[in-house]
C-alpha cells in the first residue's frame, strides 16, 4: 500500500525540503527522508522566525510512521512501536547534536579549569616570594634595631659611670656629702654579683677622721687620769 506524502502549510513548504513520493514498498532512502523531515519539522517549529505549525510537525511524524509501517510491513508491526522507532529516527540526529555539544563543553571546561589552576599556582608561588621578601626585610629590621638598641644601652651606661664620677668629683668632702655609685668601665654595678661590694654613699673626709680621733683620745685620757 503507498504511502502518501504529508500535508504541509505554504509556509512550512518554504523552509522544509520536501521528499519525493516514496516506493512501494518504501526503500531505506524514503525511510531516513521521512524521519528526516519529521526532525526538521520539529526543529524548525521551536524557532519562532520559522513558520512551521503543530500540524505540520504532527503531518510529518505521521508521515515518518507510516513510511516505517510500510517498510517492515505494516500487519507484522505494531503501531506503538512504529511510533516509537520513528521517534527515536527522529531524535537520532538531536542526540548526537547534544552529545557533540557535552564532549565541547567537557573539553572546555577542563581547559578552564587547567587555566584556572595554572593562574592559581603562579599567584601562589607570587605570594610566597612576597612573603619571604617580606620575612627577610623583618629580620633586617630586627637586627638592626638589636644593634641600635644594644648601642643605647652602651651609652646609658657609659653616662651613667660619667655622671657618676663627675657628681662625686664635685660633691664637697664633708660628713653630710652624698656620692653616687660608680659602674665599672663595663657598666657592671660593683654593688651587685659577683662583686657585691658595700656601697660607700656617704664619706669623711680626712680633716674630721683625724679631729674626730683626737678628741677620742683626749676624752680616754681624761676618763682615765682624771684631768
Known sequence: M???????????????QYPPAPADPPSPSDVSKACSLSYTALKYASESEYAVTSNDVCNTATYAVQTIAARVGFPQMNVEEAVVAAVQAAMQPLHQQLNEIG???NQRLNEVEQQLNQRLNAMDQQLNQRLNAMDQQLNGM?????GR?????????RNRRV???????????T??????????PGGDDPTEAPVSSRPMLKLVSSLAIWYS????LLWTRRMRYGN
Open 103 to 105: 564532549l565541547q563543553f
Open 142 to 146: 630586627d637586627q638592626r634595631l638589636n
Open 2 to 16: 503507498p504511502v502518501h506524502l504529508p500535508v504541509l502549510t505554504e509556509s512550512a513548504r518554504q523552509v522544509l
Open 149 to 157: 638598641l644594644n648601642e643605647l644601652q652602651g651609652e646609658l651606661r
Open 175 to 184: 660628713a653630710v656629702a652624698h656620692y653616687e655609685v660608680v659602674p665599672f
Open 213 to 216: 680621733s683626737i678628741i677620742c
Open 163 to 173: 655622671t657618676a664620677l663627675m657628681w662625686n668629683r664635685n660633691e664637697p668632702h
